[in-house]
Structure formats: structure tokens, C-alpha cells
């Protein structure tokens, strides 16, 4: 059984910036993708980025694109997602989670393991 524990959420003005961190419990971490979704109220889990296991590629969403910056340090077993120019509308429950394998690194149900997610809100 993995475990995922996002930390770094909070209250930010747009513009500004955040930190989150995931960390993964159990020894293969390296060895698996790690996404960023995140869920506003009222709309349905979106896929924000993600990371290979080596952290050889990147991949994020449109909307993001230019502003976030995923990274892992694999000693650490975490994962991060740096946000700048941050917009009301990246106000959401963002988490992270584990690529189970194969393609499709945008689609929720090719991740297995979630975390409980951690809350950011940008006001304007």
C-alpha cells in the first residue's frame, strides 16, 4: 500500500506564489509517474502535470503551462509542484498521485494511489 501526503497549500494573492510537496511512502518510488490533478468546487478532477520516474519529462496542461513547474527529488521520495502567477482560477484541492504505467498521463483513471489533497486559494 502506498501512501501520498500533499503539504504546502494556503491562501495566496494572484500573482503570487506556492510550493506543494507530495511525499510517498515505500521503497519504488523512483520507479513510477507522478501527476498533479487538482478540483475546483462544482467541476470535475483535472489533470494539472506530470513527471516521469526519472524526471526526464514533463508534461503539463494548457492552462498551466509557463506558471507551474513539476520536479522530484527521488532520495526524498517527493514530489513538487511550484506555482507562479498564480490566477483565482487555479483556486482548487490540489493532488497528487501514481501513474500506474502505459499512456495517457492527463487521464485520472491511469493513477492509482491519491493523496488526500491540499487546499489553494488565490484571491484577487
Known amino acids: 500500500q502506498v501512501q501520498l501526503v500533499e503539504s504546502g497549500g494556503g491562501l495566496v494573492q494572484a500573482g503570487g506564489s506556492l510550493r506543494l510537496s507530495c511525499v510517498a511512502s515505500?521503497?519504488?518510488?523512483?520507479?513510477?509517474?507522478m501527476g498533479w490533478f487538482r478540483q475546483a468546487p462544482g467541476k470535475e478532477r483535472e489533470f494539472v502535470a506530470h513527471?516521469?520516474?526519472?524526471?526526464?519529462?514533463?508534461t503539463y496542461a494548457d492552462s498551466v503551462q509557463g506558471r507551474f513547474t513539476i520536479s522530484r527529488d527521488n532520495a526524498k521520495n517527493t514530489v513538487y509542484l511550484q506555482m507562479n502567477s498564480l490566477k483565482s482560477d487555479d483556486t482548487a484541492v490540489y493532488y497528487c498521485?501514481?501513474?500506474?504505467?502505459?499512456?495517457?498521463?492527463?487521464?485520472?483513471?491511469?493513477?492509482?494511489?491519491w493523496g488526500q489533497g491540499t487546499q489553494v486559494t488565490v484571491s484577487s
Open positions: 498521485a501514481r501513474h500506474s504505467g502505459g499512456l495517457g498521463f492527463g487521464r485520472a483513471e491511469r493513477y492509482d494511489y
Open positions: 515505500g521503497r519504488t518510488f523512483g520507479s513510477y509517474g
Open positions: 513527471i516521469r520516474g526519472n524526471g526526464g519529462y514533463t
